[in-house]
């Protein structure tokens, strides 16, 4: 009975925590929490709901266990370490448990049976002495049909916080709809901390996903990409939820760019990571989505949602003159950031690759002090991390599209997808139609390593969507609905492929940073039929004089014919053989449809 389980869990939980969770009037709920803590045996819970105080008191903690220690200069601006075997997404433990442990194309999966028995002996009593945060998340705006909820566990008020800047807390959602909800669960434990506050038993970490419950469990981790659950986590978990119910759950980004006159079209776009897709999404008009993005069919339009309200950013890099908006957030004394991998310096500042001044002594992801350590290769371990990160409300952009809460999303005119590409594609291509789009954009993504050597080819990696990372089908799946959620629509939105780095034969970029914002220009010209566009055989491709008008425009600047040739030569054989290497991966992945072959050989 609930007494039964309120019972037990006051066992654990005091009253407080008790009488908040017992105002979820869902029985399923409290068994499951029930469990939770009767297996990892946390000396106290609290449970959020999202009011100031309880924001606050997430903050509190993390700054009282050292998870977090504030900057001097803005107690807001707090900097978390993940620890040195812990700064990006663990791809080799992340699986998806399967029946049997049965196979899905390209994406790692384990046996579920055997992957929850492990589990279990993991979180065994793994909160012992520890507090544990309950919250509850609306994954997308309040009142959306789109919208999808969660409820992450966590022994981290590093997480919390995270989530908190992240997503909408929706506790009062939890306790109005009850029972009748459906929503994902995400379990984390950091697991044993060193003396360094890092999580101690990384041959341990483990991050399963479980489509068969919607739950995800992480342990042993800290990395946000690893531990918050609506991030990552329930990508992969939302992508499976799409399949099922035929709409899309991608890793794209939602923005708005004005045409002619102040008409704003919409587009979205994936762009594997450090491939230009957060300085796309800034460049635009106006910004819904920095890397989510759930897109419905609503009475035969595609309309899309940003299920967050937060950046989780790449920091390395971001300086005044390039990033002069986001540079200005990190920098301010009026916002909330939490930085993660970065430099402290002694005296309390805030260091990343790219701040103009020089870096000063201080404590980092390996710990203190820099400088001094070494990596394992005997290389000194250099100020901040290349995947540290900034975690800040998106609303503190001055181009936030007011429309990031409307309930029914905006409607998307286009899908852009780019990769680090030196030599195929050209640098702004619409494709003949969706099937066409999703078969050589889209489903043929590939990206060089960014290690790239100047005037070398680098390995391309293939990256279809760039979701590869986040996939619960596999990809010919994802391709089938796709096709399948394209035949539903009455318009379906036109396909785009950008390529920022293109070189000449010297191995020079052919385009600059700033000509993005011109090739959205003209994609926001053609969704709206006001200029043509010529054919070629790989799709269509914008007309001289239009760019120069928009580079003129734009950005004042002239615009050769020469330079136009040489962006826009189709490279013929590079196309063939790019091709041919697409045809061999999906050869081997069973379940590809036809007409992806017969579009893609056509
Ligand atoms: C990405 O890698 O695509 C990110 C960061 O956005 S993470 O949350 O780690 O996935
Ligand atoms: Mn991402």
Redesign the pocket.
């Known amino acids: 009975s609930v007494t039964g389980l309120l019972t037990r869990l006051s066992r654990y939980a005091d009253e407080r925590a008790v009488e908040r969770l017992s105002r979820i009037s869902d029985r399923r709920l409290l068994e499951w929490i029930t469990e939770v803590v009767e297996l990892l045996e946390p000396a106290s819970v609290f449970v959020n709901t999202g009011s100031r105080e309880d924001l606050e008191y997430i903050r509190m903690r993390a700054v009282e266990k050292r998870e977090e220690i504030p900057s001097r200069y803005n107690p807001r601006h707090t900097v978390h370490f993940d620890g040195i075997y812990d700064l ?2 663990d791809r080799e433990n992340t699986r998806i448990l399967t029946p049997g442990g049965s196979p899905i194309p390209m994406v790692n999966t384990g046996n579920r049976d055997e992957g929850l028995r492990e589990l279990r002996e993991i979180y065994r009593g793994i909160m012992r002495g520890k507090e544990m945060y309950i919250g509850f998340y609306c994954f997308g705006p309040r009142g959306s049909p789109f919208t999808l909820y969660g409820v992450q566990v966590t022994d981290s008020a590093y997480v919390m916080h995270s989530e908190n800047i992240l997503y909408r807390v929706c506790y009062d959602v939890f306790v109005e709809k009850g029972g009748s909800m459906r929503y994902m669960r995400f379990l984390h434990s950091a697991g044993e901390l060193n003396e360094y506050g890092w999580s101690r038993n990384i041959s341990k970490r483990r991050i399963y996903i479980d489509t068969v419950d919607n739950i995800t469990y992480s342990v042993n981790t800290q ?4 531990t ?1 659950g609506l ?2 986590l329930s990508l992969r978990l939302c992508v499976n939820q799409g399949y099922r119910e035929n709409w899309l759950c991608e ?1 794209m980004f939602i923005v708005g760019v004005k045409g002619t006159g102040d008409t704003i079209s919409y587009f979205t776009g994936a762009f594997p ?1 450090g491939c230009g897709k957060t300085s796309t999404a800034l460049i635009a008009d106006t910004v819904v989505g920095d ?1 989510l993005a759930m897109i419905r069919n609503v009475n035969g339009e595609a309309r899309a949602v940003n299920p967050e309200i937060g950046m ?1 950013g ?1 920091i390395d890099g971001v300086n005044p003159v390039d990033d002069p908006e986001i540079y200005g957030i990190l920098s301010s004394r009026e916002t909330e950031v939490i930085f993660s991998n970065v430099l402290l310096t002694e005296d309390g500042e805030v260091w990343w690759n790219g701040k103009p001044s020089e870096p000063r002594r201080g404590v980092n992801y390996a710990g203190e002090w820099w400088p001094g350590k070494l990596d394992e290769k005997g290389r000194p371990i250099p100020p901040s991390h290349p ?1 540290a ?1 900034f975690t800040t409300s998106i609303f503190y952009l001055s181009k936030v599209d007011p429309r990031i809460n409307d309930p029914n999303g905006v409607p998307v005119s286009g899908m852009i997808f780019g990769g680090r590409d030196s030599d195929t594609w050209v640098p702004v291509e619409e494709a003949f139609n969706w099937v066409h789009g999703i078969v050589t954009k889209g489903a043929s993504l590939e990206s060089e390593r960014t290690t790239a050597v100047l005037g070398k080819a680098g390995e391309r990696e293939f990256n279809p969507f760039a979701i590869l ?2 996939l619960s089908v596999s990809p010919g799946e994802f391709i089938e609905l796709h096709f399948r959620f394209g035949d539903g629509l009455e318009k379906q939105p036109r396909i785009y492929g950008v390529n920022y780095f293109l070189r000449d034969e010297a191995g020079r970029y052919l385009t600059e940073k700033v000509d993005k914002r011109v090739w959205l220009k003209w994609m926001a010209l053609r969704v709206n039929n006001e200029v043509d566009a010529l054919e070629t055989p790989t799709g269509l491709i914008p007309v001289y004089e239009d760019l120069a008008v928009l580079f003129k425009r734009e950005l004042g600047k002239e615009f050769s014919i020469e330079l136009y040739e040489k962006l826009f030569t189709v490279r013929v054989g590079k196309h063939l053989e790019k091709a041919e290497r697409i045809l061999r991966i999906y050869e081997n992945i069973p379940g590809t449809p036809r007409l992806f072959f017969d579009t893609l050989i056509e």
């Open positions: 990006a997404r990395y946000a990409g690893n918050v991030k990552k890793h990571a890397d989780f790449i995947n990160r990372d986040f």
